[in-house]
């Protein structure tokens, strides 16, 4: 199971490659290329993908690579699509408004979710959807009126989302992460439409209405129908209701009062927290018969996707752990509010050139804030943490304010202590972080005469959160020493992401780092799904996604350059992926064939493949119909691309409607 795990993620990551190859080449431009040409590439694209897709659902590979990797190219060729619809509108001047491309790019992948069922096409649907409405109201087609185009489109949100929301909660439609994500969006809707409008009488009904809702999920996930997933993101909703109006009120108040009132807020937000995830806690232990049905298809969409490792733990939603991070978000939120009203009123309370200098007011009140919580470990762990990090808050901004090497050193080094002393990955992940911001300001006052400072103080927290990465696995084995590793490894993917853009540094330097960047990331993905770390995978795997992403408006190389690129480098994974799926069918692993995960069979074939002629037919007419008007076919340079990417002088059409054209550089 664990070389199937390596040639799954082979495979995506060298659809990953293609897919970000495609869309750097679109963007690109090529000159090389006529219009037509541009097109009927667009077109082939997509139609690899799809022949791709039908072809693996006939293969016979080792362990559902069949069903997982036909499934895999039958998304990719919806996003080829998409692709090629932004393409025909670039290079033709068509200058189609982004939800009409958006509209579009749904169509397809909307009919292909109601053919195969296949729950990532859902998501993918999910999310054209939002922001095929998204552009839609932006664009205000109903209403110039802007509070009256706000009222439209919440409400069109809050609507769409309570109807999806309804048929995943009823089964009707099989996507837990539709069904978490309508709820989500429901609430964000409504939360927007209550502290939209000055209009005092609607403002209150919408604000009624918000709390209707909310109060309406307490009751029936918690008296009807027990869920203590809905319950958490109804608890999480509540808490941003509350927040969201405390920060309204602080803003229209400007006395002394608003610091006063934030930290009592601050006191019963986090009070409420604690008791209302102790009362959950103590509902019912097992599973309601929701959660029991719902158990079964619980799964993400990259679950979905990518089938990773520790299957039967991924295909079940955790609402402990849900419970957890959302009782972290509430903590971070009061902690935040509690340090700006604290920082506030010393700040008023003090002068900076006065007896009691401001920055040494903040910097003795933090300690006064964490050397009691570290000394006091009984103290309860929110109250204790709270207080902690809104101490470490206050003691960050007064060494950066008193610019005092010393001081900030023992700053650092009560830091060091703290995260010794304090127990919870959430807690270590965070108080990690606050260490390597008060790292980067003790490096700042050591550095900052020096030339090239900024790059030397990245390339410095690179290699101290590698170190600390690498001494984690020295001695035994702690609850302590697994924080360390996952604390120094998030900054390490963040730091070594963040030096691929700095400015040259020596010879080379750019190229050095982004290849060293691409290489350590690629191996870490498959060095922990050989060790069988789950977190660690998708860890690694999304910020090897997101090199790929910031690397559009990398300067290196020119988007025809890094198209190429990663087309072949696509293409050497899809190969080695491939050659060692046969290797491992050859050696006596057994293998799945199309009956069990199949789109293609029976009428399903004819109506997906009704669906790709009409994607092909949509690109073939907008070839034709834009390739008979001559001034078309002066294309202009990508509009998104990176400005060493665009193209000198261009020519596009100034006014379509009168037929007059103009040139510009």
């Given at each position: 199971?664990?070389r199937?795990?390596?040639?799954?993620?082979?495979f995506l990551m060298?659809?990953?490659?293609l897919l970000?190859?495609?869309?750097?080449?679109?963007a690109a431009?090529?000159?090389?290329?006529?219009?037509s040409?541009k097109?009927?590439?667009s077109?082939?694209?997509v139609?690899?993908?799809?022949?791709?897709?039908?072809?693996?659902?006939?293969?016979?590979?080792?362990?559902?690579l069949?069903?997982?990797?036909?499934g895999?190219f039958?998304?990719?060729g919806?996003?080829?699509?998409?692709?090629?619809?932004?393409?025909?509108?670039?290079?033709?001047?068509?200058?189609?408004?982004p939800y009409?491309?958006?509209l579009?790019?749904?169509?397809?992948?909307?009919?292909?979710?109601?053919?195969?069922r296949?729950?990532p096409?859902?998501?993918?649907?999910?999310?054209?959807?939002h922001f095929t409405?998204?552009?839609?109201?932006?664009?205000?087609?109903?209403?110039?009126?802007v509070?009256?185009n706000t009222?439209?489109?919440?409400s069109t949100f809050a609507a769409?989302?309570l109807?999806l929301?309804?048929?995943?909660?009823?089964?009707r439609l099989?996507?837990e992460i539709v069904?978490?994500?309508?709820?989500?969006?429901?609430?964000?809707?409504l939360?927007?439409?209550a502290?939209?409008f000055?209009h005092?009488?609607?403002?209150?009904?919408?604000?009624?209405?918000d709390?209707?809702?909310?109060?309406?999920?307490?009751?029936?996930?918690?008296r009807i129908?027990?869920?203590?997933?809905m319950l958490?993101?109804?608890?999480?909703?509540a808490?941003?209701?509350?927040?969201?109006?405390?920060i309204r009120?602080?803003l229209?108040?400007?006395?002394?009062f608003?610091?006063?009132l934030g930290?009592v807020?601050?006191?019963?937000?986090?009070t409420?927290?604690?008791?209302?995830?102790?009362?959950?806690?103590k509902?019912?232990?097992k599973a309601?018969?929701?959660?029991r049905?719902?158990e079964?298809?619980?799964?993400?969409?990259v679950?979905a996707a990518?089938?990773?490792v520790n299957?039967?733990?991924s295909?079940?939603t955790?609402?402990?752990?849900?419970?957890?991070?959302?009782?972290t978000?509430?903590?971070?939120?009061?902690i935040i509010i509690g340090?700006?009203s604290v920082i506030?009123?010393?700040?008023?309370?003090?002068?900076?050139n006065?007896?009691?200098?401001?920055q040494?007011?903040?910097?003795?009140?933090?300690?006064l804030?964490?050397?009691?919580?570290?000394?006091?470990?009984?103290?309860?762990?929110?109250?204790r943490?709270?207080?902690f990090?809104v101490?470490?808050?206050?003691g960050?901004?007064?060494?950066?304010?008193i610019e005092?090497t010393p001081?900030?050193?023992?700053?650092?080094a009560?830091?060091?202590i703290?995260?010794?002393r304090?127990?919870?990955?959430?807690?270590?992940?965070i108080?990690y972080?606050?260490?390597?911001i008060?790292?980067?300001?003790?490096?700042?006052?050591?550095?900052?005469n020096?030339h090239?400072?900024?790059s030397?103080?990245?390339?410095s927290l690179?290699?101290?959160?590698?170190?600390?990465?690498?001494s984690s696995?020295?001695?035994?084995?702690?609850?302590?020493?697994i924080?360390?590793?996952?604390?120094?490894?998030l900054f390490?993917?963040i730091?070594?992401?963040w030096?691929?853009s700095?400015?040259p540094?020596?010879?080379?330097?750019?190229?050095l780092?982004?290849?060293?960047?691409?290489?350590?990331?690629?191996?870490a993905?498959?060095?922990?799904i050989?060790r069988?770390?789950?977190?660690?995978?998708?860890?690694?795997?999304?910020?090897w996604?997101?090199?790929l992403?910031?690397?559009?408006?990398?300067y290196?190389w020119t988007?025809?350059?890094?198209?190429?690129?990663l087309a072949?480098l696509?293409?050497?994974?899809l190969g080695?992926s491939?050659?060692f799926?046969?290797r491992?069918?050859k050696?006596?692993n057994?293998y799945?064939?199309s009956?069990?995960?199949?789109?293609f069979v029976g009428?399903?074939v004819?109506?997906?493949?009704a669906?790709v002629?009409?994607?092909?037919g949509?690109?073939?007419?907008?070839?034709?119909?834009?390739?008979?008007?001559?001034?078309?076919?002066?294309?202009?340079?990508?509009l998104?691309?990176p400005?060493?990417?665009?193209?000198?002088?261009?020519?596009i059409?100034?006014?379509?409607?009168?037929?007059?054209?103009?040139?510009?550089?």
């Open positions: 199971m664990l199937v795990n390596m040639i799954r993620m082979g060298g659809i990953a490659l970000a190859a495609i869309f750097y080449l679109f431009n090529w000159d090389g290329l006529s219009s040409h097109m009927l590439t077109a082939g694209f139609l690899f993908f799809y022949v791709l897709s039908f072809g693996f659902s006939r293969s016979k590979l080792p362990l559902g069949t069903g997982f990797l036909s895999i039958l998304v990719a919806c996003i080829a699509f998409g692709a090629a619809a932004a393409l025909a509108d670039q290079i033709y001047n068509l200058q189609q408004p009409v491309i958006c579009i790019s749904l169509l397809p992948s909307l009919m292909l979710a109601w053919i195969t296949y729950k096409l859902y998501v993918l649907t999910y999310i054209l959807a409405l998204y552009f839609l109201f932006d664009y205000r087609l109903f209403t110039p009126n509070e009256m009222l439209l489109a919440d769409f989302n109807a929301f309804l048929l995943a909660q009823t089964k099989a996507s069904r978490l994500a309508s709820f989500v969006m429901l609430h964000i809707s939360l927007n439409l502290g939209a000055d005092a009488g609607l403002s209150l009904f919408m604000n009624a209405l709390i209707a809702v909310i109060a309406a999920c307490f009751y029936y996930f918690m129908r027990l869920d203590k997933t958490t993101l109804t608890a999480l909703a808490s941003a209701y509350t927040v969201a109006k405390f009120f602080s229209e108040t400007e006395s002394v608003r610091f006063v930290i807020f601050v006191i019963v937000l986090l409420a927290n604690v008791l209302f995830f102790r009362y959950m806690n509902l019912g232990n309601s018969t929701a959660e049905n719902t079964d298809y619980k799964e993400s969409a679950e990518a089938q990773p299957g039967a733990a295909r079940t955790d609402h402990h752990l849900l419970g957890s991070i959302v009782s978000i509430i903590t971070i939120v009061g340090s700006i506030g009123l010393v700040v008023l309370l003090t002068d900076e006065g007896p009691i200098k401001t040494y007011a903040l910097y003795a009140l933090s300690l804030f964490i050397v009691p919580m570290l000394l006091l470990p009984r103290v309860n762990a929110v109250v943490y709270t207080v990090t101490g470490f808050a206050m960050l901004v007064s060494i950066a304010w005092k001081l900030s050193i023992i700053f650092l009560i830091a060091i703290s995260w010794l304090l127990q919870g990955r959430m807690q270590h992940l108080t972080m606050l260490m390597n008060a790292a980067a300001i003790v490096l700042y006052q050591l550095f900052q020096m090239d400072a900024y030397s103080i990245i390339i690179t290699v101290l959160n590698a170190a600390a990465y690498g696995y020295v001695g035994t084995n702690g609850e302590r020493r924080h360390l590793r996952e604390g120094s490894l390490s993917f730091f070594l992401l030096v691929t700095l400015d540094v020596f010879a080379y330097s750019v190229a780092f982004n290849v060293l960047a691409f290489i350590l990331l690629t191996a993905v498959f060095l922990f050989k069988e770390q789950m977190l660690e995978t998708a860890g690694s795997f999304f910020f996604l997101l090199f992403a910031i690397k559009y408006y990398d290196l988007l025809l350059n890094k198209s190429v690129t072949l696509g293409i050497i994974a080695l491939y050659w799926a046969r491992l069918l050696g006596g057994h799945e064939g009956g069990k995960i199949d789109f009428k399903s004819w109506l997906i493949a669906v002629l009409l994607q092909l949509f690109i073939g007419y907008q070839t034709a119909a834009n390739e008979r008007l001559p001034s078309r076919n002066n294309h202009a340079s990508a998104a691309a400005a060493n990417d665009a193209v000198s002088v261009v020519t059409s100034a006014v379509r409607s009168s037929g007059s054209y103009m040139s510009y550089s």
